[in-house]
C-alpha cells in the first residue's frame, strides 16, 4: 500500500473517536472495578460514609490518563488503528515511513487532549492546509489515511 495520504476530514475523525471513546470507557470501568478491589484490600465492603471515595482522586486521575494512552498506543503501534478508526476505515502511518513509535503516540495522544478541550475547533485546520491535516498530525509527525 502506497504511503499517499488521503484526507480524512473533521466528521470521520470525530465519529471514530466517538466509536473509540465508548470502547475506552468500558477498559477504564474495568480498570477502575478492579483497581478498587485492591486499593481497598481485597474488601467488597463499602465505605460507612458515602461522600468517601472509593480511590484516592490522584490515583484515578492516573489510571484514567495511563490507561487511555495505553489503549490507543496499543492500537497504533500494533496495527495502525483502533477500533474505531477500523469501522471507517482510517489508519495511522508515521511520515518517516517506519512504524509508530511510543513517542509519536504520546504527542498525538496529548494534541488529541487539547482538541477535545477545546472542542475540536483544531480540526478545522484541516480545511486550511494545503496537505490537509491538523494540528495532532504536525506535532506527532504521522498522518491519517483512508484505506
Keep these: 500500500m502506497s504511503n499517499k495520504s488521503y484526507s480524512v476530514f473533521p466528521f470521520k475523525r470525530i465519529i471514530a473517536s466517538v466509536y473509540d471513546t465508548l470502547l475506552l470507557l468500558s477498559v477504564i470501568l474495568i480498570l477502575g472495578y478492579i483497581s478498587v478491589f485492591i486499593f481497598n484490600g481485597f474488601d467488597w465492603t463499602l465505605p460507612e460514609n458515602p461522600s468517601d471515595p472509593l480511590l484516592p482522586g490522584w490515583y484515578a486521575a492516573l489510571l484514567i ?8 498506543s496499543f492500537f497504533w503501534i500494533r496495527g495502525n488503528k483502533t477500533l474505531g478508526m477500523a ?29 477535545v478541550a477545546t472542542l475540536g475547533l483544531p480540526l478545522l485546520q484541516i480545511y486550511f492546509t494545503k496537505e490537509k491535516i491538523a494540528f495532532n498530525d504536525i506535532i506527532s509527525r504521522t498522518r491519517l489515511r483512508i484505506r
Design 65 to 72: 490518563c495511563l490507561s487511555s494512552w495505553g489503549f490507543f
Design 87 to 115: 469501522v471507517w476505515k482510517i489508519e495511522i502511518y508515521s511520515i518517516e515511513g517506519s512504524n509508530i513509535t511510543l513517542m509519536q503516540t504520546l504527542k498525538r495522544f496529548i494534541c488529541n487532549i487539547i482538541i
